[in-house]
């Protein structure tokens, strides 16, 4: 089963609006990391966040982090219909999988002009 | 640099043939990994390796083999296509592991027949 998982899975909101995207896994991680799909493309790496980080920021792009609920949450400030695409988060798990990351199934954001 | 590059862009197979899915990094990266996703789906990991001659199965690995004798290339053959392995395969590269950034090529679409 995957790691991560993402809620919700689909998301549709007008520009200007914020988006949240959440992710839950199951065991210890190193870090997290959040990447884009756009449709039909390959996947772009947006954030990493380390385990003992709570809060990262890049541009519009806000990514927590929760270790004791094993969850993180993304959030997109004032959406623009470019950020229309799949967001996934991705864990690598510390103790058993050695070198396997692991994506959750994702989020279909779609922002509305 | 031209990053991870894959070929071909799209191949339609018959059941029972075989082929290679090419992947290349000039980005000198020790780690390299095949994914493959399905409509609707996160990626699944099916080989991953770590450094030259060295590779590991990941969460899919039945009826695909890889190797790795360069640090540049990770081919992955197909050893008799099912349908079942109809997908669209991504090929991603890192610096040392699964832990960092990965840079993802743009993906082929396979469809067995």
């Known amino acids: 089963s995957q790691q991560g998982e993402e809620d919700p899975q689909a998301l549709s909101i007008q520009e200007g609006e914020n988006a949240t995207m959440n992710c839950s896994y199951k065991t210890s991680i190193n870090n997290l990391q959040w990447y884009r799909q756009n449709s039909g493309r390959g996947l772009v790496h947006l954030i990493l966040i380390r385990s003992n980080e709570r809060e990262k920021h890049s541009g519009r792009l806000r990514v927590t982090l929760d270790t004791s609920k094993k969850s993180s949450s993304l959030l997109i400030t004032a959406s623009r219909a470019a950020d229309t695409a799949s967001y996934f988060c991705a864990t690598r798990d510390k103790e058993t999988s050695g070198s396997r990351l692991t994506f959750g199934e994702g989020t279909q954001l779609t922002v509305n002009p | 640099n031209a990053g991870v590059t894959q070929t071909p862009k799209f191949q339609v197979l018959k059941t029972g043939q075989s082929m290679t899915l090419q992947c290349a990094q000039d980005?000198?990266?020790?780690?390299m990994s095949w994914y493959r996703q399905d409509p609707g789906m996160g990626l699944r990991l099916i080989h991953y390796?770590?450094?030259?001659?060295?590779?590991d199965q990941g969460e899919v690995p039945n009826g695909y083999n890889v190797s790795r004798s360069t640090t540049e290339d990770f081919p992955l053959r197909l050893l008799s296509a099912a349908p079942s392995q109809t997908s669209v395969y991504f090929c991603a590269s890192s610096r040392q592991t699964a832990s960092e950034t990965q840079y993802f090529g743009p993906g082929t679409r396979l469809l067995v027949l």
């Open positions: 390796s770590v450094g030259a001659g060295i590779t």
């Open positions: 980005m000198n990266h020790e780690y």
